[in-house]
Structure formats: structure tokens, C-alpha cells
């Protein structure tokens, strides 16, 4: 009986339980080859790229390495992020670059469509 009175003994013929979890490791590969296929989509190449970095390091359960599945989840995750960040923030340099500043594409923007800014926004706020 140990201190907290409880009498368990582990069955010397049941197999060791590994603390690791195989289902976050295949989360993690999933979610990062979402999000590496989908790295042109920002609201979805962003949080799964994230997730399977987040499941890949709570797939070790306190070992310190990590498994195969996990590592090639953590390196899409990682290349996602990565890849998607590096897009959208050479489109917006290319914006600034090529209008001069976030006001002036907004300003090119409503001269294509036709419509000002400020209405557009007064018409999205009254809905």
C-alpha cells in the first residue's frame, strides 16, 4: 500500500504504456500538410500551421525527443507559417511600393470599384 492508501500494483504482463500520443503526432502531420497546400489562404495556412506545431510538441508527453511523424508535422507546420507570411508581406511591400502607401491603394482601390471607402464601410456598419 503506498501513501495515498491505494494498493495498485502495475500487471508485469501488460505491455509498457508509452506517454506519447499517436493521434497528435497524425494531427500534426495532417493539420501541416493543410496548411503547407493551402499556404495561399491565410485564415486557414496560419492556424494550422500553428496547430500542428502546437500537436507535434504535445505529442512527445515529456519525452525529449520527438517521433518521425511529429518532426515532419512540426517542418510543414513551420514551412506553412513561414511561407504564408513571406506571401502576404511581399504583397503588401509590393502595395506600398506600387502606391505608395496603404492610403493610396485603398484610394486606387475605391476608384476601380466605384465606390469610396468610407461609404463602403458606412454600408457594411449599417447591416
Known amino acids: 500500500m503506498d501513501m495515498y492508501g491505494s494498493s495498485y500494483q502495475p500487471n508485469?504482463?501488460?505491455?509498457?504504456?508509452?506517454?506519447?500520443?499517436?493521434?497528435m503526432e497524425a494531427a500534426s502531420l495532417i493539420l501541416g500538410s493543410?496548411?503547407?497546400?493551402?499556404c495561399t489562404c491565410l485564415y486557414l495556412a496560419v492556424p494550422c500551421?500553428?496547430?500542428?506545431?502546437?500537436?507535434?510538441?504535445?505529442?512527445r508527453g515529456g519525452?525529449?525527443?520527438?517521433?518521425?511523424?511529429?518532426q515532419i508535422g512540426m517542418i510543414l507546420g513551420i514551412m506553412a507559417l513561414v511561407a504564408a507570411i513571406g506571401l502576404y508581406a511581399s504583397v503588401l511591400g509590393y502595395a506600398i511600393?506600387?502606391?505608395?502607401?496603404?492610403?493610396g491603394f485603398l484610394k486606387a482601390y475605391s476608384d476601380m470599384q466605384g465606390m469610396?471607402?468610407?461609404?463602403?464601410?458606412?454600408?457594411f456598419m449599417a447591416k
Open 97 to 103: 511600393h506600387q502606391y505608395g502607401s496603404i492610403d
Open 63 to 70: 519525452m525529449m525527443s520527438y517521433t518521425s511523424k511529429a
Open 34 to 38: 493543410i496548411a503547407l497546400l493551402s
Open 12 to 23: 508485469p504482463n501488460q505491455p509498457y504504456r508509452s506517454r506519447r500520443s499517436a493521434r
Open 116 to 123: 469610396d471607402y468610407n461609404e463602403l464601410m458606412k454600408q
Open 49 to 59: 500551421g500553428a496547430l500542428a506545431v502546437i500537436f507535434a510538441t504535445l505529442s
